[in-house]
């Protein structure tokens, strides 16, 4: 779905970028925010066919939990990635997403606890599925890889191969894009084995700069990605 607005700007993002690789970025949503109701409602027939839906905090907020619930009642499996951060995420948004994804900041910024290492996201990813309702949590750490838990009961840290990072920027939309495909394409794979490749595929990611840019063919991974 796309449309064109004749009132708004389109949305930009602003990124700066530091000695270490690591990103800031400030986010202008522009036209995103106008998305309407009606427009998703014109799209309807092709959440509910869909394989998985994919959702994120970049367009109005009332369209995201909107799609969200269609999936949901269509028996369609949901994806939130919630970014950028915030502590106003509606929770039938968590509620209505099969998979919920963060990392360390939006996880602090949305549950109001300190989220530092595997430990600490452990417990958040916790808090992700027994309070606020989503079926699995899983929260990325950069360097230290992932850790998740499910609503029946299973988690664990997920690490990932130590690499020299150029610029960070984009690694949790790789992590997610990969994770999307994965979840699609790949569904005879374990929860665990799914987010061990994700890894790596991000980690190929921040070793180049740019966002997209740095973003990897299928054929620069690595085989057994894909075995």
């Given amino acids: 779905l796309v449309t064109v607005s004749k009132e708004d700007s389109t949305g930009t993002a602003s990124?700066?970028?530091?000695?270490?690789?690591?990103?800031?970025?400030?986010?202008?949503?522009?036209?995103?925010?106008?998305?309407?109701?009606?427009?998703?409602?014109?799209v309807r027939s092709v959440i509910e066919q869909a394989a998985l839906l994919v959702c994120q905090c970049e367009v109005n907020m009332a369209v995201t939990q909107q799609a969200l619930l269609i999936a949901k009642q269509a028996g369609v499996r949901t994806l939130m990635n919630a970014a950028p951060a915030t502590a106003e995420l509606p929770d039938e948004v968590i509620q209505n997403s099969h998979f919920f994804c963060v990392n360390e900041t939006e996880?602090?910024?949305?549950l109001?606890?300190?989220?530092?290492?595997?430990?600490?996201?452990?417990?958040?990813?916790?808090?992700?599925?027994?309070?606020?309702?989503?079926?699995?949590?899983?929260?990325?750490?950069?360097?230290?890889?992932?850790?998740?838990?499910?609503?029946?009961?299973?988690?664990?840290?997920?690490?990932t191969v130590p690499v020299t990072a150029t610029d960070t920027t984009g690694a949790g939309d790789c992590f997610?894009?990969?994770?999307?495909?994965?979840?699609?394409?790949?569904?005879?794979?374990?929860?665990?084995?799914?987010?061990?490749?994700?890894?790596?595929?991000?980690?190929?990611?921040v070793q180049h700069p740019g966002t997209q840019t740095s973003f990897p063919y299928k054929q620069q991974l690595p085989a057994e990605l894909f075995s």
Avoid: F
């Fill in 15 to 42: 990124i700066t970028v530091d000695d270490a690789g690591e990103n800031t970025i400030i986010i202008v949503p522009g036209a995103n925010e106008s998305m309407t109701l009606q427009e998703l409602e014109a």
């Fill in 107 to 110: 996880a602090q910024t949305l």
């Fill in 112 to 159: 109001g606890m300190k989220v530092t290492g595997p430990g600490d996201a452990a417990d958040a990813c916790k808090r992700l599925v027994e309070e606020k309702g989503c079926h699995t949590a899983v929260i990325t750490l950069g360097g230290q890889g992932c850790v998740y838990h499910t609503r029946d009961g299973h988690g664990g840290h997920v690490p």
């Fill in 176 to 205: 997610v894009g990969a994770m999307a495909y994965y979840l699609a394409e790949v569904r005879e794979l374990a929860l665990p084995e799914i987010l061990r490749r994700c890894c790596l595929v991000a980690a190929v990611a």
